[in-house]
Each structure stands twice: as structure tokens, then as C-alpha cells.
């Protein structure tokens, strides 16, 4: 399944300090700071996706875009899928945030009864 973090009682891991994680104190000894484990840091909540849709020259969004094409020897049109000039979407941001799918922790509401 995934790691437990049954056994981690801090948010600070307790492997030693990198160079980064040194500090000097005023006396010029070195202080041991703790680091973050950022594993411990990943949000529930998903701010932003992949737009699916595109635009085209005039502006129009939609996820496709058909052209209507006249038969040289007939009065019929058809209908021809436009796979060129078209931009994608781009990121599209939420206007109120979602949850992750993958998020390991599960969310608990107690029962009022």
C-alpha cells in the first residue's frame, strides 16, 4: 500500500543535518537544525488541472471544432472535423479547491446523532 507513518511522532525528520541545515550561532559553534520532511508537507488539496478544450482563431473554446464544406457538384455541405490552428487551453485554476485523489490520509467527520 504506502508508507506508515505510524512511528513518526514529529514533522521533523531526525537524520542529520545537511550543510543547508547548519547554522552559526553568535559564539561560532554549529547548531543542529531539524529538517521538514516534505513528505509530511504535501497538501489534500488541488488547486489547478490541464485545460481539455481549445481555442481557435476567432477566440471560441470547445473541445472540437468542425468546419462546414461545400460539394463542388451538388448543393449539400458536409461537415470536416479542423485539427489546425487550434491552442490548447492551457492551466485552468478552481475557484474552490478540490481533493486529491491520491492523497494517503482519509478524511473523518464524526456521526451526530
Known amino acids: 500500500m504506502g508508507a506508515s507513518w505510524s512511528n513518526k511522532s514529529s514533522w521533523f525528520s531526525?537524520?542529520?543535518?545537511?550543510?543547508?541545515?547548519?547554522?552559526?550561532?553568535?559564539?561560532?559553534?554549529?547548531?543542529?537544525?531539524?529538517?521538514?520532511?516534505?513528505?509530511?508537507?504535501?497538501?489534500?488539496?488541488?488547486?489547478t488541472r490541464k485545460g481539455s478544450m481549445y481555442f481557435d482563431e476567432d477566440g471560441d473554446l470547445a473541445h472540437e471544432f468542425y468546419e462546414e464544406i461545400k460539394v463542388d457538384d451538388s448543393q449539400t455541405t458536409t461537415m470536416r472535423r479542423k485539427?489546425?490552428?487550434?491552442?490548447?487551453?492551457?492551466?485552468?485554476?478552481?475557484?474552490?479547491?478540490?481533493?486529491h485523489v491520491d492523497f494517503p490520509i482519509p478524511m473523518y467527520s464524526p456521526i451526530e446523532k
Not at 559564539?27 to 488541488?46: C, E, M, T, W
Not at 485539427?83 to 481533493?99: A, E, I, K, S
Open 14 to 47: 531526525s537524520n542529520s543535518p545537511t550543510k543547508d541545515a547548519k547554522v552559526s550561532s553568535p559564539n561560532g559553534q554549529y547548531l543542529k537544525q531539524p529538517r521538514i520532511d516534505p513528505r509530511r508537507l504535501a497538501s489534500q488539496f488541488v488547486y
Open 83 to 99: 485539427l489546425t490552428n487550434l491552442r490548447p487551453q492551457g492551466t485552468v485554476y478552481y475557484n474552490n479547491p478540490r481533493l
